[in-house]
């Protein structure tokens, strides 16, 4: 659908394709633009909307942006680095990276936003309603509806006033498969770059990744086909509880392992004992599981999720608690042995022994 040799005819097509449909109402018999676009042109239409509209990019209400803030915390830590990973990727190219919510609610922006310029300014904030009845056909909306990458150029937005954006879309997937946002790639009266689509995709595993590796977890484990080496965002990663439950999983394991967004048990899954995985990730080296599918896949044990993690994961209160709570955690984690458990807290297990010792009984004088 894009043309890469003549940029004035891909903008021709788009025109053609947006007279044929916006205009006189026919169904496109020819793939002009994505079949995408045109059924979120439609959507825009049956919302009430005419292209011809000009476009408020609204915000929320303080109050809603504090919640959003706050409901979407999780997933803007984990999405930090990734964004600064992104921005100097995409330095002098004049695009630049928004994170939304699940509703299409900007939650984060980084890179260079021309703040000169009104249409980058007026999109690149924290709390802008950017959903498909607010500003009509974008890669936020189309992602976020589409479930998968897009990449939008000009005219193919719905609205006049928008067809001066160029933007990549990709959804952001949490622990438990469900859609939890978006990231965007924008740039403002930009030559068209398609193959940012791709970036955002990798990032968007990434970040996906980074939410997993936060979630609090008895165990985790990144999973491939066996020879593939583990190293990059292609593993398959999963988080099991300490009853042996998956509590989560990323898009690559729930591929290889067959499910959906239920989160079932390890015994579901593995045709092993669920315990195994425990005795197993001990050895802190890869190790083949056989599945009830029949396949076998290599695990290998995810040992960086560090006592930082835990601190950052436990509840509000006193230190001494904060302490106690990472310790039993630890201690469940290596199933009650002590050396094993001394070492990932990396402390001796003559300190440990005495932290976990029930508090002396005060002596009482005759």
Not at 75 to 93: F, K, N, P, Y
Not at 271 to 284: E, G, M
Not at 306 to 328: F, H, T
């Amino acid at each position: 659908m894009q043309s890469m040799t003549n940029p004035q005819n891909r903008l021709d097509s788009i025109e053609l394709a947006r007279h044929r449909v916006l205009d006189e109402g026919v169904q496109l018999d020819a793939p002009v633009v994505e079949n995408w676009i045109e059924r979120s042109w439609r959507r825009c239409l049956a919302f009430g909307l005419t292209p011809q509209q000009n476009v408020s990019f609204d915000m929320v209400s303080q109050a809603h942006i504090r919640r959003v803030q706050e409901e979407n915390r999780p997933l803007i830590q984990a999405a930090s680095g990734e964004l600064d990973r992104l921005s100097r990727a995409i330095a002098g190219t004049r695009y630049f990276a928004l994170l939304t919510d699940a509703q299409g609610i900007v939650i984060d922006t980084r890179g260079e936003v021309d703040k000169q310029n009104k249409h980058a300014s007026s999109i690149a904030r924290v709390g802008v309603d950017l959903s498909e009845r607010n500003v009509g056909t974008t890669s936020i909306s189309a992602a976020l509806t589409e479930l998968r990458p897009v990449w939008l150029h000009r005219g193919e937005h719905f609205f006049k006033s928008t067809s001066v954006f160029s933007c990549a879309g990709a959804p952001l997937f949490g622990p438990s498969g469900q859609c939890v946002g978006m990231l965007d790639l924008t740039g403002v009266n930009t030559p068209e770059r398609p193959e940012l689509k791709m970036l955002a995709a990798q990032s968007a595993r990434s970040i996906e990744n980074m939410l997993m590796r936060n979630q609090p977890a008895a165990l985790q484990l990144y999973i491939n086909w066996p020879g593939r080496l583990r190293g990059d965002d292609s593993d398959g990663l999963i988080s099991i509880d300490e009853e042996g439950q998956i509590i989560g999983a990323n898009i690559h394991a729930r591929q290889m392992i067959a499910i959906d967004h239920l989160t079932p048990h390890a015994s579901d899954v593995f045709a092993l004992p669920w315990q195994s995985l425990f005795d197993l990730s001990y050895k802190n080296e890869p190790f083949e599981a056989p599945l009830w599918s029949g396949l076998r896949i290599q695990v290998q044990p995810v040992h960086e999720v560090n006592s930082a993690v835990c601190l950052s994961n436990s509840a509000p209160g006193a230190l001494k608690d904060v302490e106690s709570d990472l310790i039993r955690r630890v201690m469940q984690q290596a199933r009650g042995n002590v050396a094993e458990a001394a070492k990932r807290l990396g402390i001796s297990r003559a300190t440990l022994y005495r932290k976990i010792a029930p508090p002396k009984k005060p002596s009482v004088n005759a």
